[in-house]
């Protein structure tokens, strides 16, 4: 086994060497095990909706080209596919639930754990959802909007409200032409499961439209409400530095790891870990103190807003357990490997999950309520106190950090780019018309062992903005970026084409723009309806010289990412192939024929290097479409303007 081919990463190099020496299996093992996978699988052509099933279609034509109940190769691949894009909206959905939930309680209750930190920004969200602001007190604004944002989920009639509120007036029209736009979170999810039901519907394009409409319920609905109340809630995001890698370990602290999704566990364990009696307590049993480090997204949502060191990305879970110095991994939903449950189990690290949705065997469960947040936060962190003196064996902390910046959002991108002055999008735009910057690129994602772990996003990454091409990401792709040194604002002269390096030295940003987690992705829509809106750059966001990626995606939540930016407009690469490649039509028309429909499209390619250069002949298209593509000669005074000018 060689860790490179492995692992891009030289902490998980190490981490894997030290694995395959003490015969601890990882998921890079695993999917050894499991090769060679399933063939139709892989093509989306099984099908195991109903018992006259599983059926299979033959992709080369020699066997059955039908399923029992005579569904094709098109019917069986769209409805898989529409399924998984039902699986991520509802977990980034319900994510944006469970926040709303602990917003609505913050409103209501005088003795909650939670306040509102971000009074200007619940003012401009309540005034994007339609609320009366002027002459109106925190607490009735706060009170509009949770029952508007709650109304979200679950309506009858009409339409989302964000719909109509956040994207350009030109792409509300798209999708009202087209028939897709979302009327509520819940509906749409549950109109997928019911459509793709044994005997509903058999056409594929019809599938797929509800798949769009699901996803666009996702990014400017479900996600859109997770990302703009956690800001209301634990407050906006502000550039703040980080280190991150599994060296951000200390074996001399407490360490708990705080892995999933949702900030309401995590903000507050941050919080109460400071208290002085837990730090003394630490310190009496042999600690130097409690160290609170992120995993994934969990990471990410705190490292946005309070710089806390992240651990790593997906495919590092286990590998930071194998350090033997974690006292606590405290997990809530989503991207939380099963294997964590029997791995701990080698080790003196305590799995604690929180959420009544996510038990895991070998893990002890303390649910977590809102409610009593302290009270159980101090409890589990009193449990990895007293866990510090059972470590066994030696620490193994890879010596490997990077420092970085994050923090972006929609509204302080601006601010950067702008200057204190001038704080709008237009430098942005101006930038990008003049050429500098010939464009954006949205980098975001998960980690796949089917790919050399996160190889695929630094090797785009740095490709894109060596051909100056703005980077804003997400999630584990946000991640890899930033322990390769990516994110810090000295990697623009290492990294950049010169008008881009340019830019970042100008206004002293990173190249690449940490814009938060999975939901977060919300951000990028909300930042390319900004550039809209700002003018010069079409009407749009098809317009826009843009494109998507995700890498190394694994999660269904990266479908439903992937199929909004698309729905939004946006050309959108994928590394995996989508499991869709058994249907020609369909893979034919979400890779082409989709375009003229919506506006975006998918594009399937493993290579990344190749794929960067796909995105940078998209913008560079848009450019030209723009008419921004023109040299603009610069001319020189000769006398006779001279004499012109002092005429005047
Ligand atoms: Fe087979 Fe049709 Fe049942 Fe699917 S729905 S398992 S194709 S009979
Ligand atoms: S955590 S969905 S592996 S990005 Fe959001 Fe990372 Fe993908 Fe999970």
Known sequence: MDPKKRSNDKASQQMLKHADEAGLETA??????????????????????????????????????????????????????????????????????????????AVESDSCDYVIKDELKLREVAARYGIKIEGRDTKEIASDLSDVVMAEFGKQEGTLVSAAAYPPPARQKVWQEFGVTPRSIDREIVEIMHRTHVGVGSDYKNLMKQGIRASLSDGWGGSLIATELSDILFGSPWPIRFSANLGALDAKQVNIVVHGHEPTLSDIILAVSQEPELTKMAEDRGARGINIIGMCCTANEILMRHGIPVAGNFLQQELAVMTGVVEVMLVD?????????????????????????????????????????????????????????????????????????????????FYHLGGRFRASYRPLNDNIINGRVRGAAGVVGCNNPKQVHDYGHLTMIKELIKNDVLVVSTGCSAIAAAKA????????????????????????????????????????????????????LGEDISDLPVAGAAPEWMSEKAVSIAMYFVASGVYTVIAEPLPVLGSPNLTRYLTDEIEKDIGGKWAFERDPLKAAHMMIEHIESKRDALGINVEKERKLYDMEDRRALALD
């Open 333 to 413: 939903v989503q991207c939380i490997m099963p294997a964590l449950g029997s791995l701990s189990g080698c080790f003196h690290t305590k799995l604690i999950t929180t959420s009544p949705k996510c038990k895991i065997a070998g893990a002890e469960h303390i649910e977590f309520h809102e409610d009593r947040a302290v009270e159980i936060a101090r409890e589990i962190i009193k449990i990895a106190i007293e866990n510090f003196a059972n470590r066994k064996g030696k620490a193994k902390i890879p010596k490997v950090t990077e420092r970085g910046i994050a923090g972006f959002t929609t509204e302080n991108i």
């Open 485 to 536: 040194g990516l994110m810090r604002p000295e990697a623009a002269a290492k990294y950049c084409g010169k008008g881009l390096a340019e830019v970042c030295e100008t206004v002293g940003i990173p190249p690449v723009l940490h814009v938060g987690s999975c939901v977060d992705n919300s951000r990028i829509l909300t930042v390319a309806a900004n550039i809209v809106a700002e003018g010069g």
């Open 28 to 105: 890079w093992d695993r999917f050894e095990q499991q090769e060679p996978q399933c063939g139709f699988g892989k093509l989306g052509v099984c099908c195991r909706i109903c018992t006259m099933g599983p059926c299979r279609i033959d992709p080369f034509g020699q066997g059955p080209q039908f399923g029992v109940c005579g569904a094709t190769a098109d019917t069986i691949a769209a409805r898989n596919l529409v399924r998984m894009i039902a699986g991520g909206a509802a977990a980034h959905s319900d994510h944006g639930r469970d926040v709303a939930h602990t917003f609505k309680m």
